[in-house]
């Protein structure tokens, strides 16, 4: 059996409809994005034992979509060289180096029975000395839709699309916006979880409305808490229907405590579209930061977006 010192770390980039998933951690007896990932990744690997285990840049929330999601698992030489094509044409030469046979692992995965449709693994490849998915991110980012009044009802996109019966002030919603960005605690503006921090730097916020009518929220921070983008969407959507004051969502935040001034959004509109990670060379450095910040109970990159 490999060391932890001698296994191999790979990175998976991922995506996924969560409209059917309870979310990305296994739960028992619940579909989950790692639960079925986990199980192809068993069915893989079969010969070897129990299956290898995956850990994801950021836990995300059940009816929650990504299109962005990273993880990582780590696998035995033995494991790695199972991955070598065994279907290749005469006179072909086998994938021998590590490179290509990581690469294997996304169509293996993508190809077992069971894994369905609405997740899909874009891309596996070897991470980078000092990679760690969760520890090693610098930020991630979000997009949340809405189809208020006046954008098009689209059925083909319904699941990943609140749709809202009234017209919204997308100015407004920006002065909002822009007030709520920074290091803050988000206490007011996040589920609370027993030992979880609140404080986080919201390194951007803003608004677009498309030609098409449809409103997009873009969201980035250097990690999110439990709730804290749908909650922040929805403060912005009850100032753009001018139930809520532009100045009361920033007074919100300063106050620490939940409100039901505004509601927290539906799942289905939000969508993790990118983690951002530092140059190959700053890696392990960051993740040693991450956790020592954990260990000292401040921000911890890996709570829920």
């Known amino acids: 059996m490999d060391s932890p010192a001698e296994l191999i770390r790979l990175r998976l980039d991922i995506a996924y409809d969560g409209t059917e998933f309870q979310g990305w951690a296994r739960q028992p007896r619940l ?127 319904r699941n990943q699309t609140l749709w809202y019966p009234a017209d919204l002030d997308v100015d407004a919603m920006n002065i909002a916006a822009r007030g709520l960005v920074g290091l803050h605690d988000f206490a007011a503006y996040c ?3 027993e030992g979880a921090t609140t404080i986080r730097t919201l390194q951007h916020f803003g608004w677009e409305r498309e030609p098409s009518g449809l409103l997009v929220a873009s969201l980035q921070a250097d990690a999110f808490c439990h709730s804290m983008v749908r909650a922040l969407a929805g403060a912005s959507v009850a100032v753009g229907q001018g139930k809520l004051p532009a100045s009361r969502a920033v007074e919100l935040l300063r106050a620490k405590q939940r409100t039901a001034e505004f509601k927290v959004l539906p799942a289905k509109g939000l969508i993790l579209m990118e983690v951002g990670y530092p140059d190959d060379a700053e890696l392990a450095t960051r993740a040693a930061q991450t956790r020592a910040r954990r260990d000292a109970g401040l921000p911890d990159a890996g709570n829920l977006g």
Not at 56 to 81: E, I, K, P, S, Y
Request: proline share 7%; glycine share 8%.
């Open 31 to 157: 579909r989950t994005v790692q639960g079925e990932l986990e199980t192809a990744l068993a069915t893989v690997f079969s010969r070897f034992g129990p299956g290898p285990t995956l850990t994801v840049a950021g836990r995300t929330d059940a009816g929650v979509h990504a299109l962005g999601q990273v993880a990582h698992v780590d696998l035995t030489h033995q494991q790695l060289a199972s991955l070598a094509n065994s279907h290749r044409t005469k006179g072909q030469k086998p994938e021998s180096s590590p490179e290509a046979r990581a690469v294997r692992l996304a169509k293996r995965l993508n190809g077992i029975a069971g894994l369905s449709s609405d997740l899909y693994v874009t891309r596996t490849s070897l991470a980078p000395p000092g990679f760690d998915a969760r520890f090693s991110a610098t930020w991630r980012r979000y997009r949340y839709r809405v189809a208020d009044q006046g954008a098009p009802r689209d059925p083909l996109t």
């Open 191 to 193: 589920k609370p979880r």
